[in-house]
């Protein structure tokens, strides 16, 4: 039983087709989707006195997994902390588990894009060592960027030594309390690594190494939309 959960959690890392039936739309955010202020988030390093999304923004509750997600802003929770984002046309929500869902653009195809939440019990300086220590992934070096005014994130980008799609194998990359997340072979995989109170969420972007400019273009604006309603410890004055 958890070896098919297990299969499943990583298909969607690695982009490897997901038997599914077609997607079913879901009904429209019933509000108006506002864009989280210019500055705090993103992909970039966040401008100085950047000001911080409101808890309140609208947002639609991210329907079941298999649906079509009409574009807006939606919202789910990881790790007891409320996520919001904003999607435009063509994202599916496919997969959901233990502290841990994902959206993707053309589901079940080699070069599914996928943006990936879940939630860790371990630092982010632990998890990146974790990853730094694996011998069939290469990885750039981490670094800091401000995702959210108060949220400070570590990034790294793995990619498999082995870069071979004609018969590609999965390359575990970090353990999550869905199980254990991977990439396979001709796939590329961005951590956006934040440590909270309630734990440490990591956000993912997934794509093919063939497109991944494409991989960023059209996941940027989801990351760019991203606001974590983290602890009130964490409140921006």
Known sequence: MFRLAFIALVALACGAPIPS?????APSPSSTPTVAPSG???LADAAPGCTPAADNLPAAPLPAAGMELEPGRYAASVLSLGITFEVGAGWVHQQSGSEFFDIERDPGSPDVIAVQFAGVNRPATDIANE???????AFDMPK????NCPL????LTVTPTDTSVESPQFWPVVEVAAGTLSVASGRRLQLNILDLDAGTVIVMIGGSIAHWDATLAAAGPVLDSLH???PRSYACD
């Open 228 to 230: 974590i309603s983290p």
């Open 152 to 155: 400070h994130a570590l990034r």
């Open 21 to 25: 039936a077609s997607p079913t739309s």
């Open 144 to 147: 800091g960027f401000d995702l």
């Open 40 to 42: 705090c988030h993103g």
């Open 131 to 137: 990853i730094r220590a694996r011998s069939d992934v």
